[in-house]
């Protein structure tokens, strides 16, 4: 009886170990995964056939030059629940009810006494460093400690991407659009006026992730103001 359980509980950390490394790395076939839990095909197969029947997983099919498609295997927006959510229904049910009472100014006044807040959490936490890679890992630390899941990578020409995998605000941000407007903001204000901040991927317009383009400015007769993408 306790073996059995003992497999039961096994099954279950490592069904939800491929949903952690599926929200990192969405897109994996099974012989990736296979290689990752040093598991064989037919064991993942039938990790991935549970999470499939729980609508967790969900698969694209990928051509190959030879032989047949292969199966990229993602998450679907039913395995969400399993990640962190900065805001339950209370705090939408809160954000509907200042809009009614302060309207959309009073509303753009209180996110904006939120981003001075933050802002100077974020600049404490980073320091004195005017290195841009270096801020950025601080601020990735930061917000993944948020439940972000954040994460930098370098371009060719050197610019950097700040890849956030995760959203916990996700609701709150498409009952109120100003929180990620701001968050552009914030980005900006927290890296310096050397760099320029660019929202090139967008979770609320279908996007897998929330991803910015940094680059340093070419020149200092460049504007210091963030480069604002249309997706706010």
Known sequence: MRQNQNKKDASMNTRRAIINLLKEHAGMDVVALSDHFSLNGMAIRQHLNALQEEGLVTYEEEARPMGRPTK????????????????????????????????????????????????????????DTSVTR????????????????????????????????????????????????????????????????????????????CVYRVQKMATKNQSTNPNISPYI
């Open 72 to 127: 990229l295997w993602k998450l679907t927006p039913a395995a969400d629940r399993f990640f962190s959510s900065g805001y339950s229904d209370l705090s939408l049910s809160l954000i509907h009810s200042m809009k009614e009472a302060f309207g959309s100014e009073g509303m753009d006044k209180l996110l904006a006494v939120r981003n001075k807040k933050m802002q100077k959490q974020y600049l404490n936490y980073i320091g």
């Open 134 to 209: 270096e801020r950025l890992e601080k601020l990735a630390e930061i917000r993944t400690n948020e439940g972000y899941m954040a994460e930098i990578k370098q371009e060719e020409d050197g610019c950097f991407l700040f890849i956030e995998k995760h959203c916990p605000i996700c609701e709150a941000a498409a009952t109120c659009a100003g929180l990620c407007k701001n968050e552009l903001q914030l980005f900006h204000q927290v890296l310096g006026n050397d760099v320029t901040v660019e929202r090139v991927e967008y979770i609320l317009s279908g996007g897998r992730s």
